[in-house]
């Protein structure tokens, strides 16, 4: 299965974006989707998870309250909700997946698409 994101753009602080994670085929119910984003010269960060077939979610942080991940099973397309965004939120935005929630979380899923930027101008 491939992965795409897209959505990303340049936006101000306090505006919101929707990013699309497009699955090539079937997302099956024991996937962990997740997002994670990378600014240059840092190390990949983990935003945001959920068990496909559970929708159970999990958040950073840092995130936490103002973005939302969901999931829509019958287009296969995961989604990430960004709302109040801040400047420290700018970086490529990369969806993943795996089986294993430890490793999606860890941002280390064994597959991840092309990753969207995200600029957020203060």
């Known amino acids: 299965v491939q992965l795409q994101a897209s959505g990303g753009g340049l936006v101000q602080a306090g505006g919101s974006l929707r990013l699309s994670c497009a699955a090539s085929?079937?997302?099956?119910?024991?996937?962990?989707m997740g997002w994670f984003r990378q600014a240059p010269g840092e190390e990949r960060e983990f935003v945001a998870a959920i068990r496909w077939g559970t929708g159970r979610t999990y958040y950073a942080e840092s995130v936490k309250g103002r973005f939302t991940i969901s999931g829509d099973k019958a287009k296969n397309t995961m989604y990430l909700q960004m709302d109040s965004l801040r400047p420290e939120d700018s970086a490529v935005y990369y969806c993943s997946k795996d089986t294993d929630w430890a490793k999606v979380v860890a941002a280390k899923a064994d597959y991840r698409g092309q990753g969207t930027q995200v600029t957020v101008s203060s």
């Open positions: 085929g079937r997302i099956y119910s024991s996937a962990v």
